[in-house]
């Protein structure tokens, strides 16, 4: 069966959701988006810009050990690079306004792992 192919984000993003179904992976997701940040601000306060190699090693780690371990599917960034980069910091954005009680996309997933 082929891929489907995505034309925009928007229709990406729901598949999206559906490849991170299990919460332990989007929290993996999750920790690895905000270490990014921690080592992004780190180096710019510090002027210490060798440690931006580990920005790549700590997101995607995270996120592929969550995949490996708990999805147990071929994480998206092999076959849509950008659009699962960009999926990563929406998910990340709504995980954030879920917690502050809007709506969001999320709470489909998270409605399911409660049944």
Not at 10 to 26: G, I, M, N, T
Not at 27 to 37: A, M, P
Not at 43 to 61: C, E, H, K, N
Not at 65 to 81: D, I, M, Q, R, V
Request: charged share 15%.
């Amino acid at each position: 069966m082929a891929k489907a192919r995505f034309t925009s984000f928007a229709e990406f993003y729901p598949y999206y959701l559906q490849e991170h179904r299990d919460s332990r992976c989007r929290r993996l997701h999750y920790l690895g988006s905000t270490l990014v940040l921690l080592v992004l601000a780190f180096a710019l306060f510090t002027g210490q810009f060798v440690w931006l190699w580990l920005m790549p090693l700590v997101g995607y780690g995270c996120a592929w050990l969550g995949h490996f371990f708990f999805e147990h599917n071929k994480p998206a960034t092999f076959s849509y690079p950008f659009y699962s980069f960009l999926g990563d910091w929406v998910m990340l954005k709504d995980a954030c306004k879920s917690a502050l009680g809007r709506k969001t996309p999320l709470d489909q997933l998270t409605a399911q792992e409660k049944v």
